[in-house]
């Protein structure tokens, strides 16, 4: 990876940019883009769409979702202790001890999830942390000095966790899920402007937000551009690591290579094709069947409208909704390698139709 490339990564990942709360994050990934789109548009809720030959017929969508998983302040007791709710599928059990950044309008107070010490518990009655027994110091003795320094009900409350490498080999860091997804779109941009490669259709670069509280971010801008054909990308989960049941949810490998799925969602001629593509390029890649659902912004824009002709392509990752999510850096490689490869071979006005 270039270094001017790894750089926004860096800057990307570290902005906090919780579900709701996604425009800070977005204005980077816009101004980022921006160079390699001829323009763009913002809708209503913050979804930022880069567009390149917008004038064209055929539109063809690549999308990553930018917000990340989160917690509300919601309740602040008498002698100043916070209690949360979460914001997306925000994980009770690895916050205690964990330092945060709560987002005031005074910009954000440092806090942490703290716990009772080991020393006055009793570790045979001991039960996994829940939503109702987490709570916040952010060092005040009363809840008229919470209040003092701008935290009230409904501030938001990232994780205080930065990207890092690992073993030369991972990118380690919160919120991978899924704004690694909108740096890898970003890099298609620029590959297709720095290779000076012309597109016979108009490709839709979309950061969409609030897909952790339900794909809505997608669900809107599906409508509102009508696409032709979507791919999507996201995260999946490594089963290599300790916990996962492969006979449920398979055999996946970070540094294999990205992970095509089956599916209903999925239109298995738009799936074809991307593995074609993979074959052709000698691009690795792993095979995961969905259920009823993909649990991805997949699922809304292959339902939109009149229906959108919709394939996935995802990241294999270690620790989902932890703070340190992990990814192989050669898989981040060849999601984009295969986005661009795709997109060069894709003609204006295909028909993905089953039956013509």
Known sequence: MR?????????????????????????????????????????????????????????????????????????????????????????????????????????????????????????????????????LDCGATNKQEVEELGIHVGCVITFDDELWVMNDKYYVGRALDNRIGGFMIAEVARLLKENKKKLPFGLYIVNAVQEEIGLRGAEMIAHRIKPDLAIITDVTHDTQSQGYEKKAHGDLHCGKGPVLTYGPAVQNNVLNMLIEVAEKNEIPFQRAAATRATGTDTDAFAYSSEGVASALISLPLKYMHTTVETVHKDDVDNIIKLYYEFLLQLEADHDFRYLK
């Open 3 to 135: 270094q001017e490339s790894f750089d926004f990564l860096n800057t990307y990942l570290n902005n906090a940019a919780p579900t709701g709360f996604e425009a800070p994050g977005q204005k980077l990934w816009l101004d980022y883009i921006k160079p390699y789109i001829d323009e763009y548009f913002v809708d209503t809720y913050g979804t930022v769409v880069g567009v390149i030959n917008p004038e064209a017929k055929y539109k063809v969508v690549i999308e990553a979702h930018a917000d990340e998983i989160s917690w509300f302040v919601n309740y602040i007791t008498a002698e100043g202790y916070i209690y949360v709710r979460r914001n997306g599928g925000s994980d009770a059990v690895i916050a205690p001890s964990k330092r945060v950044n709560i987002h005031t309008k005074n910009g954000p107070v440092k806090a942490v999830f703290g716990y009772p010490a080991i020393h006055v518990r009793k570790p045979e009655q001991d039960k996994a942390p829940t939503v109702e027994t987490i709570f």
